[in-house]
């Protein structure tokens, strides 16, 4: 057995952290851009889409990520795929993601003044020019802050990755404490790591908050 | 080669499977009231407390919002055994949830204590009632009535978290799922049906939920 530091320690968490980071953007990004389909079809002109957005919104939002991601890891290797884990794990939290983002831009959606789909809709605009041009310029605004939140939650929730063995700080963080027997400072790093990463996410949030706040206020 | 679905085997693990519900629901049930509690004196502490006490309780709220439930949980059933603290699974599995649910609730309760009108508090004061009486009376309540739809959420949020839990063996829920996969290795089939009872244990949990808000504030509450 080797001896591990708590250098050592140090530097392999921040090397595996690395994975999480990059996890993130890939699902915060592919979730967005999926997310935006779902709250194209939630507040569309169709009934039986909107309907089923609703349903997909309320299926990965009333069960466990974990088990999203039981599913998608099992699910795909059914289909004849030989999985990695790094895929499951990509495509489960870019569904749960897109799904809580959906409903989230829904409610800034829906706080743009009625007047405006009606104005809108008299120049004759379609409903993709009349979201393209007139509402989404405007709930952008209103969106930034919990948008900006929620990628918080992101971050914390590829944690869960670890369980189906993909190899990010969490997984690292178990595979350096059966090294070291050093649970406590082990888990304390990494406890400070995803501090370090989320923190300013949530400040950011906060203030732009308040800074949007205050603007509409000021009018 | 087609695959052949087969959900007939898990019927086989019923029993199991009722008894991860049963210790789901357990686990919520304890983890939602003390953690709730836990929000309340910390929302307390964060409004109307001593001075010395709101950094401490700032700083525990962050960092409990701003770190995985998961990591939560390894440090403190893993981590405090190296200070000599031993916990049961189930206990460690508890005390994860109710710091994790105290932080979220301190925010959101806090939230609802800032939105009292301060006519309110002077009308109690002015009522002689001491501040304890004033905070437990006038402000706290209708702070949680306004509050509830957004607590509510919150306690199903970490009731879907405590499929975690079983990482640390806790024989819950998804611990029973992942008991009966490597019995039946009809792996996809356990986690689908397991998944469809966690959709309904949060409608049951939301409903359940609104139900105890109607009955704990039949009034309205001035907004």
Redesign the interface.
């Known amino acids: 057995m080797s001896d591990f530091s708590t250098w050592d320690i140090l530097r392999n968490l921040l090397l595996a952290a690395r994975w999480t980071v990059l996890l993130s953007l890939v699902a915060f990004i592919c979730g967005g851009i999926f997310g935006l389909i779902v709250l194209m079809l939630r507040t569309g002109r169709s009934a039986w889409m909107r309907r089923c957005a609703m349903g997909y919104i309320e299926l990965f939002q009333g069960t466990p990520l974990l088990m999203q991601l039981f599913l998608a890891f099992f699910g795909l290797s059914l289909v004849g795929f030989n999985v990695p884990a790094w895929l499951a794990a990509g495509l489960a939290l870019t569904l749960w993601t897109g799904a809580f983002l959906a409903e989230i831009w829904r409610g800034c959606v829906e706080s743009i003044p009625k007047g405006q789909w009606e104005a809108s809709s008299s120049l004759a605009m379609g409903y993709l020019q009349q979201m393209r041009y007139i509402i989404l310029p405007q709930a952008f605004r209103v969106a930034i802050p919990p948008t900006v939140g929620f990628s918080v939650q992101v971050v914390k929730g590829t944690a869960l990755t670890s369980i189906i063995g993909f190899v990010e700080l969490s997984k690292a963080s178990t595979m350096l404490t059966n090294a070291t027997f050093a649970p406590f400072t082990v888990y304390g790093f990494v406890a400070l790591i995803y501090f370090a990463l989320c923190w300013p996410l949530s400040k950011t949030s906060q203030a732009l908050e308040r800074k949007l706040n205050v603007a509409h206020h000021g009018h | 080669m087609a695959?052949h679905f087969d959900f007939g085997s898990i019927l086989d693990y019923t029993p199991v499977l009722v008894k991860g519900i049963a210790i789901t629901i357990e686990l919520i049930a304890i983890g939602a009231v003390i953690g709730v509690g836990v929000g309340i004196v910390c929302a307390w502490a964060r409004s109307f407390g001593p001075k010395w006490l709101r950094p401490p309780v700032s700083a525990y709220v962050?960092?409990m919002?701003?770190?995985?439930?998961?990591?939560?949980l390894?440090?403190i059933f893993?981590?405090?055994?190296?200070?000599g603290v031993k916990l049961t699974e189930m206990q460690g599995a508890i005390i994860a949830m109710v710091v994790n649910l105290g932080a979220y609730s301190t925010e959101i309760i806090r939230a609802g204590i800032q939105a009292t009108p301060r006519g309110l508090i002077e009308a109690g004061a002015s009522l002689a009632m001491t501040p304890l009486q004033v905070f437990r009376y006038v402000i706290l309540k209708p702070a949680l009535q306004r509050i509830w739809p957004a607590l509510s959420s919150q306690i199903?949020i970490v009731m879907?978290?405590?499929?975690?839990c079983?990482?640390i063996a806790v024989e819950e829920l998804?611990f029973a799922?992942n008991f009966i996969?490597s019995r039946n290795f009809r792996?996809?089939e356990t986690?689908?049906i397991?998944?469809g009872i966690?959709?309904l244990l949060?409608?049951l949990l939301r409903q359940v939920l609104r139900s105890l808000g109607w009955w704990l504030f039949p009034k309205k509450v001035a907004r």
């Open positions: 695959y962050e960092l919002r701003n770190t995985p439930f998961l990591v939560q390894f440090f893993f981590g405090l055994p190296s200070l199903v879907l978290g405590s499929a975690v079983s990482q998804t799922a996969q792996a996809f986690y689908f397991v998944t966690y959709l949060s409608i």
